[in-house]
């Protein structure tokens, strides 16, 4: 998270009312000038952490990495929300996938600026890293859950990336592993102004 307080809250309702109970929460503050400790306070069993300078997505998503005990990791950006039962679809993937598989990924709503809003359906799974090297098949992040021993053979985020770190980490998970998906809608997008998504120079 970065600022927007409002945003944050709205994150955490949503990981609150996940139907799978056995989860961590860490909350990487990315050096906000608003009060986010203040807002975590409110949520029970969630764990805060700030950084002294501001690092960037890719450096907070590695923090958070760190932090987690986790055998899984699934992220979440505080401008997304996720669908009740999210953790639970995708952990039971997991469950029924071989090995090979190292990602689990979900359909997602996003929501633009202006009001509209266009639905991404998922299709790709099992070795996509030929198509994956083509065009992002996984984007967004809030919508992927991965193994923690994969992220730790591969690498995690390149925070040296001013955007797009998630693309480059699908990359490198796609070479080495499969990929499955939950064929539902379970991540809700919220495009922000200013977002460096919609600033072609700054990507």
């Known amino acids: 998270v970065y600022n927007q307080p409002q945003l944050l809250r709205e994150a955490l309702d949503s990981v609150a009312k ?41 450096a907070a ?53 202006d009001g509209t809003e266009w639905i991404h359906t998922p299709s790709a799974a099992g070795d996509i890293y030929l198509d994956e090297l083509e065009q992002d098949r996984i984007h967004p992040t809030s919508t992927v859950m991965v193994r923690r021993d994969v992220v730790d053979e591969v690498g995690g985020f390149d925070a040296s990336l001013p955007s797009r770190q998630d693309y480059d980490l699908w990359i490198r998970i796609t070479e080495h592993y499969e990929v499955a998906y ?22």
């Open 61 to 113: 998503r590695n923090t958070g990495i760190e932090a987690a005990a986790g055998e899984y990791v699934a992220f979440l950006d505080a401008d997304d929300t996720w669908k009740p039962t999210k953790l639970e679809k995708q952990r039971r993937v997991f469950a029924e996938s071989s090995q090979e598989v190292g990602l689990v990924y979900t359909g997602f709503v996003q929501y633009e600026t």
């Open 182 to 203: 939950v064929d539902d809608i379970l991540v809700e997008k919220h495009e922000q102004e200013g977002s460096i998504s919609k600033d072609f120079d700054s990507r």
């Open 18 to 58: 996940q139907t799978y109970a056995a989860f961590e929460v860490i909350v990487v503050d990315d050096n906000s000038t608003a009060d986010m400790k203040a807002v975590v306070e409110k949520y029970s069993d969630v764990r805060f952490i700030s950084h002294d300078d501001n690092r960037g997505a890719g």
